[in-house]
């Protein structure tokens, strides 16, 4: 099925390790982007890419680190995680302008 | 850049009432006002999205209306249904650029 893929789908990090997301999609979409989703703070824009090679820093990029080698792949690395972090976390995708969202990631950092 | 306001942030309504969603964005160069409903432990779905060259889009139950000048845009949910419960955002960019979104409007749907 064609859409945005992220992996897993729920984690626990313990303060300090550090992990990546993954996030994969099929429709050959040049623009993707990572969001954290907090209650209360909407969807805040981590890093975005609008194309391979090419990465930028939205409005909360501390503490990520993100790479795109190839258009189907943005994942998003973890160098230190804090609790801070524990947030929900979505992949999003665009097309001409909609955005395709997966179903994302609840990480928990205690 | 972009800021964008959504309110109210929780909204109760009778089944087959109508519901209504507001947003004031502040880059008069935005250009794109799409709308997504959220429903409980999955990704954001687009429902209806507008451009500002349009004042109006309805698509079945669901309009969005886009008033440039004084830069707010609105959802209309009529006749509701339970299936309406979920949480609701509004967003807005001047194109090329990352989407900006509202903290979002949880929508009750009491039936």
């Known amino acids: 099925n064609a859409g945005v893929t992220q992996t897993p789908k729920f984690q626990v990090l313990k303060t300090g390790q550090s992990m990546t997301l993954q996030c994969a999609q099929d429709?050959?979409?040049?623009?993707m982007s990572w969001y954290r989703q907090d209650p209360g703070m909407g969807l805040r824009l981590i890093h975005y890419?609008?194309?391979?090679?090419?990465?930028d820093q939205g409005e909360v990029p501390n503490g990520y680190n993100v790479s795109r080698s190839t258009t189907e792949d943005f994942p998003l690395r973890l160098l230190s995680a804090a609790p801070s972090q524990t947030s929900v976390y979505f992949c999003a995708s665009r097309g001409a302008q909609a955005y395709t969202f997966g179903s994302g990631t609840r990480l928990t950092v205690v | 850049g972009e800021n964008v306001e959504q309110h109210p942030s929780t909204l109760s309504v009778q089944e087959g009432d109508s519901a209504v969603i507001k947003c004031t964005y502040s880059d008069s160069a935005s250009n794109y006002f799409p709308w997504y409903k959220q429903e409980l432990g999955k990704g954001p779905q687009l429902i209806i999205d507008i451009r500002s060259n349009v004042g109006e889009k309805k698509d079945q139950r669901i309009a969005v209306t886009l008033n440039k000048t004084a830069k707010h845009f609105s959802l209309h949910i009529t006749e509701t249904q339970p299936e309406d419960s979920a949480v609701y955002f509004c967003?807005?960019?001047?194109?090329?650029?990352?989407?900006?979104f509202g903290k979002g409007t949880r929508l009750s749907v009491i039936a």
């Open positions: 890419s609008v194309g391979a090679g090419i990465t």
């Open positions: 429709m050959n979409h040049e623009y």
């Open positions: 967003a807005a960019t001047p194109g090329n650029t990352p989407l900006v």
